[in-house]
């Protein structure tokens, strides 16, 4: 199950970021410190995919994938226990990429 409240380390081969993520009846709700996300997910066995819209909301801060505007995000990965190692391609964008990791801090309800 992967319904619940979540971190999320970002890293890509500029910088690394942090944020967090609300995953409720296949939909995904998250931010940072410069954007928000916001998207549907499913789930078959240990998988899991995504695809999320990107949107700054913070003029000046700078995504580590250094994308003008919004854009498109397609991550896949692997459910293990509380842990999500996952990566992500802007739709767009293939040469781009990051490395996700997300830790279960709480289940949902809370």
């Known amino acids: 199950m992967v319904e619940g409240f979540w971190t999320v380390q970002a ?18 709700f998250g931010g940072d410190s410069g954007f928000t996300y916001i998207g549907h997910y499913e ?3 240990k998988n899991i995919k995504a695809r999320l819209t990107m949107h700054r909301f913070m003029p000046g801060v700078t995504g580590i ?10 991550v896949t990965g692997t459910i293990e226990g509380n842990v999500i190692t996952a990566s992500g391609v802007p739709v767009d ?18």
Do not use: E, W, Y
């Not at 890293?11 to 995904?28: E, H, L, M, P, Y």
């Open 11 to 28: 890293d890509s081969s500029q910088g690394s970021t942090g944020g967090v993520a609300v995953f409720t009846k296949g939909s995904v």
């Open 43 to 45: 789930t078959s066995g």
């Open 65 to 74: 994938l250094d994308i003008a505007g919004d854009f498109k995000l397609d």
């Open 93 to 110: 964008l293939k040469a781009a990429s990051l490395d996700l990791t997300l830790r279960r801090i709480a289940n949902l309800p809370i």
